[in-house]
Each structure stands twice: as C-alpha cells, then as structure tokens.
C-alpha cells in the first residue's frame, strides 16, 4: 500500500531551505518517492494551517517512507531542513 510523506514548512531562512532543496530530491528518489506536491502556490479554502510550503512526496508504503525519513543520507538534510524553518509532517497510508 502506497503511504504519503505531507510537510508542511515554514522557513524562516531561505538560503539554508535553498541548500535543502538543491540535496533532498536524490535522496528521496533513493528511497524511491516521488514529489507530488512541492510547494507552488495555495490556497487556503478553510482553517489557517496550511498557510506555508506544503510538501507531498509518495512512496511505494510505509517502509520506504520511514527508510527515507530515518536514514543516514537523509539525517544531514533532515537538521538543515530543521534550522531553516517551522516543521510539520505526517507519514500516512493510502487508500487500497
């Protein structure tokens, strides 16, 4: 069953986010995700929590998802990611 990694980020330091975001996309293929969603304009229809970047990657289930986020490739990036912003994510199941 796929799962799905949903981020929601608010940076607050642009130049390190940048560094981020030129590193994470081999990694995330690696662990063979893909990005649905990689931040690109919103709008917020109802509630105020998704008034920052949103990230949507898919993976094969929910293994690959925790592989990728726990791995020693990611570790690195996952502590940049952390001093340029406010964090939120989720890993979740899809449907089927």
């Known amino acids: 069953m796929k799962a799905y990694l ?3 980020i608010e940076v607050t330091n642009p ?4 560094k981020y975001r030129e590193q ?3 990694i ?4 063979k995700g893909k990005y ?7 709008e917020i229809i109802e509630g105020d929590y998704f008034k920052h970047r949103i990230v949507l990657l898919e993976f ?3 293994q690959h998802a925790n592989d990728f986020y726990n791995s020693k490739d ?7 990611r952390i001093e340029a912003g406010n ?7 899809g449907i089927g």
């Open 28 to 31: 995330v293929a690696k662990y």
């Open 60 to 62: 094969p289930s929910k």
């Open 74 to 80: 990611y570790k690195p990036l996952k502590m940049l």
């Open 87 to 93: 964090n939120s994510s989720v890993i979740v199941e």
């Open 24 to 26: 994470v996309p081999k």
């Open 15 to 18: 130049e390190l986010m940048e």
């Open 6 to 8: 949903i981020a929601h």
């Open 36 to 42: 649905l969603v990689r931040g690109g304009e919103s």
